[in-house]
């Protein structure tokens, strides 16, 4: 008795990241003789490693000083009189942030489409014959997502509005100095999305 051995096996393999696997892959064996091993195989295989790996340093350093001076009347006869000015520092930080991975971890879970796997069939095959059609689909997908955020903010302000000194005068005079003042606003926005 001959025995007929035929077989097909059709192997996809492919690496997808965003656009799937589309229409049916398809696989067929026809006319075979009696006791045959028929095969039809159909895999349909995608592999992804997505890693996301966003590392932000923002440093903000601000050093204000000001200073009036000094008001100084001494030693006159008829002293008039003296004034400084204001020292002011005003500071005013605003920072945004924003890392937004969520479409590429998205496209990755969810980006694939097989076709519906695929097609096969084995017609007209002799008696006795062993006839099978496998199907399989493997999808395997890592995602890794390492948001590293470092924010450093360091303001350092000093107003001095300095002395007012009357001395020594015969007839004493006025020393005034003017006001001293700091200001600081900070104000942050950070937004992870992955």
């Known amino acids: 008795m001959n025995k007929l051995l035929k077989s097909t096996a059709i192997s996809l ?16 064996i ?23 790996d966003t590392d932000v340093d923002a440093d903000i350093d601000i050093d204000q000083d000001a200073n009036s001076g000094n008001a100084d009347v001494k030693h006159n006869t008829d002293a008039g009189d003296a004034e400084t000015g204001d020292a002011e520092n005003d500071s005013d930080i605003d920072a945004s942030i924003d890392i937004d991975n969520s479409d590429s971890s998205s496209a990755a879970l969810s980006g694939f489409d097989f076709g519906g796997g695929g097609e096969g069939s084995i017609d007209r095959t002799g008696p006795d014959s062993n006839n099978r059609v496998i199907f399989r689909n493997d999808m395997k997908v890592r995602v890794d997502n ?28 006025n020393a ?4 001293a003042s700091n200001t600081s606003s900070t104000s942050f926005s950070l937004t992870v999305r992955n």
């Open 13 to 28: 393999t492919s690496l997808v990241f965003s656009v799937g696997l589309v229409g049916a892959h398809a696989g067929s």
């Open 30 to 52: 026809d006319t075979t003789g009696p006791d045959s091993d028929n095969l039809v195989r159909v895999t349909n295989t995608a592999d992804v490693d997505l890693d996301n």
């Open 176 to 179: 005034t100095t003017g006001n």
């Open 146 to 173: 390492d948001t590293d955020v470092d924010f450093d903010v360091d303001v350092d302000q000093d107003a001095d509005s300095g002395d007012a000194e009357v001395s020594g005068n015969t007839m004493g005079g």
